[in-house]
């Protein structure tokens, strides 16, 4: 590192979550190893204050004059519970640990750790430290304001400040950090840095859930290498969330990163790590192969309420599957599932709306890992009414109801009634006709029918007005036409049954017998 003057650094630190994180831990000890063999009564001197509602001291400049004790205090701080008063935990600083009348003119640095929005003003108390002629360094994580920061640390805020989106980046910031620390504490920075880094990452094999790679040493007394390895968005942005991290030592030049995702786009650091630091790092890119995916997914039968789909199975062994399906449109977290064994090679969904288009996706399951899906659009069939309705008149109070029947339905409803009373009537049938009977003359009606499938589902209505008029007195009339015969004439009336030739609604003189 180098050599400076007498120094007093503060570690002041809030976390909101439920513990202290490993990473904050390590983040903070990371800064303090590079100076851990100059800690001493006339060296650098380290505090540590975490505050949250209140301001808790964990250790000051003269609890710990020895590096390893210092390390190892800071590797075992345990969370303090409260909110974020960032504004409070300033001020303490100023006033318990640079206050001017305790204060050696010595560089004094505080290093603020916060992952988290002030609830309180940060502007005064800021001022006061930079009064003071502290060095204040800014570090956020997460849901930090950038803004904020930049108020709190010193000039230029860029130099200063520092941000991160997820607890397991901090450890990045070091090489950022420690040499601004470095030199204004007033030391000479020998940044590990200037020997060269790891390169030339190879990839020397794939498989859907293992990438395998090595890679050129880097230079330097290394300690060893901190590789990473982190999943790629659509877009070619890092899941953070998904990053893992594994350290190996400094003789080893190859690794296998294993328990990957299939069909992924993998980013791949590898850091050099020196006994006080990071250096310089490498990246690669490469994607893991693709599970095989079923064959020939396909619609078998489309019904009214359900939807039968068969696929041919994977080239792969596979432990079963999984079936996801819903409306188009419809939100992942809205879909239906199901679970299939292995030896599935079709099935049938029901309870589905008529008339719709559903999206099925069928997963394909490994032992450690699925396939990209298969995905099927189809439609179920649309519910129709019945066609060719007639009404006939049977006889002065009946009429016979006959339609033509659509597929699928159990059975049809029909309900009539005077067109402008209220006096209805129904009837279930599973025939393609039925007879209205004990209706009025003269009267209009109105018919209609609802075609009935599986549950209580109802197809559209089709409907008929009928009317039956009122038929004539018959008039028989007799003539003797000798003295042992009689001819007899009469008028009748057209309803379903009468002779061919007899027009619907006429009428015509019926031929005169004679009778002798």
């Given at each position: 590192?180098?050599?400076?003057?007498f120094?007093?650094?503060?570690?002041?630190?809030?976390?909101?979550?439920?513990?202290?994180?490993a990473?904050?831990?390590?983040?903070?000890?990371?800064?303090?190893?590079?100076?851990?063999n100059?800690?001493?009564?006339?060296?650098?001197?380290?505090g540590a204050?975490?505050?949250?509602?209140?301001s808790r001291?964990?250790?000051?400049?003269?609890?710990?004059?020895?590096?390893?004790?210092?390390v190892?205090?800071?590797e075992?701080?345990?969370?303090?519970g409260?909110?974020?008063r960032?504004?409070?935990?300033?001020?303490?600083?100023?006033?318990?640990?640079?206050?001017?009348?305790?204060?050696?003119?010595v560089?004094?640095?505080?290093i603020?750790?916060?992952d988290?929005?002030?609830?309180d003003?940060?502007?005064?108390?800021?001022?006061?430290?930079?009064?003071?002629?502290?060095?204040v360094?800014?570090?956020?994580?997460?849901?930090?304001?950038?803004?904020?920061?930049?108020?709190?640390?010193?000039?230029?805020?860029?130099d200063f400040?520092?941000?991160?989106?997820?607890?397991?980046?901090?450890?990045?910031?070091?090489?950022?950090?420690?040499?601004?620390?470095?030199?204004k504490?007033?030391?000479?920075?020998a940044?590990?840095?200037?020997?060269?880094?790891?390169?030339?990452?190879?990839?020397?094999?794939?498989?859907?859930?293992?990438?395998?790679?090595?890679?050129?040493?880097?230079g330097?007394?290394?300690?060893?290498?901190?590789?990473?390895?982190?999943?790629?968005?659509?877009?070619?942005?890092?899941?953070?969330?998904?990053?893992?991290?594994d350290?190996?030592p400094?003789?080893?030049?190859?690794?296998?990163?294993?328990?990957?995702?299939?069909?992924?786009?993998?980013?791949v650091?590898?850091?050099?790590q020196?006994?006080n630091?990071?250096?310089?790092s490498?990246?690669?890119?490469?994607?893991?192969?693709?599970l095989?995916?079923?064959?020939?997914?396909?619609?078998?039968?489309?019904?009214?309420?359900?939807?039968?789909?068969?696929?041919?199975?994977?080239s792969?062994?596979?432990?079963g599957?999984?079936l996801?399906?819903?409306?188009?449109?419809?939100?992942?977290?809205?879909?239906l599932?199901?679970?299939?064994?292995?030896?599935?090679t079709?099935?049938t969904?029901?309870?589905?709306k008529?008339?719709?288009?559903?999206v099925?996706?069928?997963?394909?399951?490994?032992?450690?890992?699925?396939?990209?899906p298969?995905?099927?659009?189809?439609?179920?069939?649309?519910?129709?009414?019945?066609?060719?309705?007639?009404?006939e008149?049977?006889?002065?109070?009946?009429?016979?109801?006959?339609?033509?029947?659509?597929?699928?339905?159990?059975?049809?409803?029909l309900?009539?009634?005077?067109?402008?009373?209220r006096n209805?009537?129904?009837?279930?049938?599973?025939?393609?006709?039925?007879?209205?009977s004990?209706l009025?003359?003269?009267?209009?009606?109105?018919?209609?029918?609802?075609?009935?499938y599986?549950?209580i589902?109802?197809?559209?209505?089709?409907?008929?007005?009928?009317?039956?008029e009122?038929?004539?007195?018959?008039?028989?009339?007799?003539?003797?036409?000798?003295?042992?015969?009689i001819?007899?004439t009469?008028?009748?009336?057209?309803?379903?049954?009468?002779?061919?030739?007899v027009?619907?609604?006429?009428?015509?003189?019926?031929?005169?017998?004679d009778l002798?």
């Amino acid at each position: 590192m180098g050599t400076w003057f007498f120094t007093v650094t503060v570690l002041l630190f809030s976390m909101k979550q439920a513990k202290l994180r490993a990473g904050v831990k390590g983040f903070m000890a990371g800064i303090v190893k590079p100076f851990a063999n100059f800690v001493s009564e006339t060296g650098i001197r380290f505090g540590a204050i975490q505050y949250s509602d209140t301001s808790r001291v964990e250790f000051t400049f003269t609890t710990y004059l020895d590096g390893t004790d210092l390390v190892n205090a800071v590797e075992s701080l345990n969370y303090k519970g409260g909110n974020t008063r960032t504004g409070a935990g300033l001020k303490f600083v100023a006033d318990n640990f640079f206050n001017p009348a305790s204060s050696r003119d010595v560089p004094k640095i505080t290093i603020l750790i916060t992952d988290g929005k002030s609830q309180d003003s940060v502007q005064e108390p800021a001022q006061k430290l930079h009064s003071q002629g502290v060095h204040v360094f800014a570090v956020g994580i997460k849901k930090a304001d950038r803004s904020e920061l930049s108020q709190i640390s010193s000039q230029p805020s860029s130099d200063f400040t520092s941000f991160v989106g997820d607890f397991k980046l901090l450890n990045t910031l070091l090489p950022l950090v420690s040499p601004q620390l470095c030199t204004k504490a007033g030391g000479v920075y020998a940044s590990d840095e200037a020997f060269s880094g790891p390169s030339n990452i190879q990839f020397t094999g794939q498989t859907s859930d293992t990438l395998r790679f090595r890679w050129s040493a880097a230079g330097g007394p290394l300690s060893g290498y901190v590789i990473q390895y982190v999943p790629l968005s659509g877009l070619g942005q890092p899941i953070t969330a998904d990053m893992r991290q594994d350290t190996v030592p400094a003789s080893q030049r190859t690794f296998s990163a294993r328990e990957l995702r299939s069909g992924t786009d993998y980013l791949v650091t590898i850091i050099a790590q020196y006994p006080n630091s990071l250096g310089e790092s490498a990246s690669a890119k490469q994607r893991t192969r693709s599970l095989p995916g079923v064959t020939s997914l396909r619609l078998a039968q489309a019904g009214f309420f359900s939807l039968a789909v068969d696929w041919g199975q994977p080239s792969t062994p596979v432990q079963g599957y999984k079936l996801t399906y819903g409306p188009r449109g419809q939100p992942a977290a809205q879909l239906l599932e199901r679970s299939l064994p292995a030896d599935s090679t079709s099935v049938t969904l029901e309870s589905l709306k008529p008339d719709t288009e559903y999206v099925v996706s069928l997963h394909p399951l490994f032992p450690r890992n699925s396939a990209s899906p298969s995905i099927l659009n189809a439609r179920t069939l649309r519910l129709e009414a019945v066609e060719q309705l007639s009404v006939e008149t049977e006889s002065e109070g009946s009429v016979r109801v006959r339609w033509r029947g659509v597929r699928g339905a159990r059975a049809y409803r029909l309900v009539w009634g005077p067109f402008t009373g209220r006096n209805v009537e129904t009837v279930e049938v599973t025939e393609e006709f039925h007879t209205l009977s004990r209706l009025q003359a003269d009267a209009e009606y109105i018919v209609s029918i609802f075609p009935l499938y599986e549950g209580i589902n109802e197809g559209p209505v089709a409907t008929a007005r009928f009317k039956i008029e009122r038929q004539e007195q018959q008039v028989l009339r007799a003539a003797i036409t000798a003295p042992s015969t009689i001819r007899l004439t009469w008028r009748s009336f057209c309803h379903p049954g009468v002779p061919p030739g007899v027009e619907g609604g006429g009428r015509r003189p019926n031929p005169e017998p004679d009778l002798s």
